[in-house]
């Protein structure tokens, strides 16, 4: 079993940033993949931004050039820095954990661990 929790969200202004973190621990030698995935009212929960264990890095494109993913893998951690937010961006945020990032972009069929998430709320 591998445990994910998130922090870092929260209320910010339009133009401004915010960082998740999310801290990863147990079996976390079956995980090759981590992402963040985001949820708004009445919509579907997305794959914003991935990291792989070698590195690799993948973004929404509605969120390129915007967002930075990044890893700690000596502290287990996955980082969301946010910068240049909208209110578009406003949805519960969740760490995911998968065996690949080909099963992690498949959202629950795919990813084998989630955080409780976390809400970003973007203000106009």
């Known amino acids: 079993q591998v445990q994910l929790v998130e922090s870092g969200g929260g209320l910010v202004q339009a133009g401004g940033s915010l960082r998740l973190s999310c801290a990863a621990s147990g079996s976390i030698f079956s995980i090759n993949a981590m992402g963040w995935y985001r949820q708004a009212p009445g919509k579907q929960r997305e794959l914003v931004a991935a990291i792989t264990s070698g590195g690799s890095t993948n973004y929404a494109d509605s969120v390129k050039g915007r967002f930075t993913i990044s890893s700690d893998n000596a502290k287990n951690m996955v980082y969301l820095q946010m910068n240049s937010l909208e209110p578009e961006d406003t949805a519960v945020y969740y760490c995911?954990?998968?065996?690949?990032?080909?099963?992690?972009?498949?959202?629950?069929?795919?990813?084998?661990?989630w955080g409780q998430g976390t809400q970003v709320t973007v203000s106009s």
């Open positions: 995911a954990a998968a065996w690949s990032y080909g099963a992690l972009r498949l959202g629950a069929q795919g990813v084998d661990y």
